[in-house]
């Protein structure tokens, strides 16, 4: 089965740039979109002819800002977020099916102001909280997203001189280390543990042209799912946001 998550940063946007194109040919099984910035009606029909069995959204509340979709070719049981009841912006879609429980998630970004990094860690802790449960009680997990951090200096360009900046900060790469030690594994970190790729570039300073990124987009799984797992990958080509694609390969 192959998974794919991408941070597209306004789907009617990356449609209008054509960037859904290279899907046909990929034909993956899930496909987690992260910050759509669209409600319901306004996903564009190019989206539904993509011909996926199940959609689903949550936009949430706010116009034009964040909102999560999820496109699969198998039948889920599907919430929005049961972690938190701070979901306004439609960060998170859960997917059950057979014994797994599969997160697409759009993690808040910190950098706004010290209000807003605080926000990122609550949220930050109250999922890993949920997860560790669903974990305990036999559940297999996946989660797929954009987290917002970097965790180590190979995942980022510039780590001194962003060692102070929101998304490479010790406390939000300290929680990383918590969500591996608490079991889950970095599929593409284990697979490929010092291979320099990355999955976000600033639209500034041709940051994209110069490779200057961030890996900030994951696919993490419970350990017991790790005897599953055939390959783990980031599509640097595929353009149509400032986030590229990333995804696993895995039997499930």
Not at 176 to 203: M, N
Request: hydrophobic share 40%; proline share 3%.
């Amino acid at each position: 089965m192959k998974l794919i998550s991408w941070n597209v940063n306004g789907i009617r946007a990356a449609v209008n740039k054509n960037a859904f194109e290279w899907v046909k040919d990929a034909k993956p099984d899930f496909l987690g979109l992260q910050e759509i910035k669209a409600s319901q009606h306004q996903i564009p029909a190019e989206i539904y002819a993509l011909n996926f069995k199940e959609i689903n959204i949550n936009s949430g509340d706010r116009a034009g800002y964040s909102g999560v979709l999820s496109l699969s070719n198998f039948a889920t049981t599907t919430s929005k977020c049961l972690f938190s009841s701070d979901d306004e912006c439609g960060r998170v879609l859960e997917h059950r099916f057979k014994d797994i429980v599969l997160f697409n998630i759009y993690f808040p970004n910190g950098q706004k102001d010290d209000e807003r990094l605080n926000y990122k860690m609550r949220f930050y802790a109250e999922f890993l909280e949920y997860i560790k449960e669903l974990k305990n009680s036999g559940k297999s997990v996946i989660i797929c997203g954009d987290v917002n951090t970097a965790h180590a200096e190979i995942d980022l360009k510039n780590p001194k001189s962003n060692k102070d900046r929101s998304g490479f900060l010790d406390i939000e790469r300290a929680w990383i280390d918590e969500l591996l030690e608490a079991g889950f594994i970095d599929t593409f970190r284990h697979l490929y543990p010092q291979t320099i790729k990355y999955s976000w570039w600033s639209y500034r300073f041709n940051a994209r042209k110069n490779n200057a990124g961030w890996r900030i987009d994951y696919f993490f799984i419970s350990e017991n799912l790790l005897p599953n797992l055939k390959d783990a990958f980031i599509l640097n080509e595929i353009e149509g946001s400032d986030h590229c694609p990333v995804g696993i390969e895995i039997d499930i």
